[in-house]
């Protein structure tokens, strides 16, 4: 990577001082000290919506085939994922790769028996919620209670179990994640009632 920084000033033409934006040196630098495949990694990853490929390739300053290879790589790699708009292939950050990162955050943050007591607390709490409104999940909660005020109590614990739910499947996934570096064996989610019959996240 070049430790050269380019300059935000330099003479113009008629011998007169010509300054540059900020925005510009940065991306120069930005651009210099990369490689191609590291600017499309880098743009991947801060993709949530898909994009097409020239949309990548725009931000990541390549040209368009060049990020159709590079986002192949990626995608046989599980970082990238596709579908289809028509003719149109796009692209954004897998669910795996986007569950991954926040697991080693995770992980770096708290122990596994700190993780494992999170993953019980959540299972309670759901059962709570449960056996409280009779309901087996927040969709169902949503119907029964006819819950459409997002501002509602209702609609408040709607939005908790929903975000719980997600918490506990993250939980899941780094509590794996985790057993798996420790023992050299990848186990998957545990198996056991999660106190909710939405999807789980399998790594």
């Given at each position: 990577?070049?430790?050269?920084?380019p300059?935000?000033?330099?003479?113009?033409?008629?011998?007169?001082?010509?300054?540059?934006?900020?925005?510009?040196?940065v991306?120069?630098q930005?651009?210099?000290?990369?490689?191609?495949f590291?600017?499309?990694?880098?743009?991947?990853?801060?993709?949530?919506?898909?994009?097409?490929a020239?949309?990548?390739?725009?931000?990541?300053?390549?040209?368009?085939?060049?990020?159709?290879?590079?986002l192949?790589t990626?995608?046989?790699?599980?970082?990238?994922?596709?579908?289809?708009?028509?003719?149109t292939?796009l692209?954004?950050?897998?669910?795996?790769?986007?569950?991954t990162?926040h697991?080693?955050?995770?992980?770096?943050?708290?122990?596994?028996e700190?993780?494992?007591?999170?993953?019980?607390e959540?299972?309670?709490?759901?059962?709570?919620?449960?056996?409280?409104?009779?309901?087996d999940?927040?969709?169902?909660?949503?119907?029964?209670?006819?819950?459409?005020?997002?501002?509602?109590?209702?609609?408040?614990?709607?939005?908790?179990?929903?975000?719980?739910?997600?918490?506990?499947?993250?939980?899941?996934?780094?509590?794996?994640?985790?057993?798996a570096?420790?023992?050299?064996?990848?186990?998957?989610?545990?198996?056991d009632?999660?106190?909710?019959?939405?999807?789980?996240?399998?790594?």
């Amino acid at each position: 990577m070049s430790e050269e920084t380019p300059p935000a000033r330099r003479t113009s033409p008629d011998g007169g001082t010509e300054y540059r934006d900020v925005n510009d040196v940065v991306l120069e630098q930005w651009v210099e000290g990369t490689t191609p495949f590291e600017r499309v990694y880098e743009i991947s990853c801060r993709v949530y919506d898909p994009v097409s490929a020239p949309q990548i390739a725009d931000r990541a300053r390549v040209s368009p085939t060049t990020a159709r290879k590079h986002l192949r790589t990626l995608v046989n790699a599980g970082e990238v994922e596709i579908s289809q708009d028509g003719q149109t292939t796009l692209y954004r950050r897998s669910e795996t790769a986007i569950v991954t990162e926040h697991a080693q955050s995770l992980l770096a943050e708290r122990t596994l028996e700190e993780i494992a007591a999170g993953i019980a607390e959540m299972k309670a709490t759901i059962q709570s919620w449960r056996e409280e409104y009779g309901v087996d999940s927040p969709e169902e909660f949503a119907r029964e209670l006819d819950v459409s005020d997002a501002d509602s109590d209702y609609g408040a614990l709607l939005t908790e179990w929903q975000t719980t739910r997600r918490n506990l499947a993250l939980a899941q996934a780094t509590l794996a994640i985790g057993e798996a570096r420790r023992t050299g064996h990848l186990t998957g989610t545990d198996t056991d009632n999660d106190g909710d019959d939405g999807p789980s996240i399998v790594v």
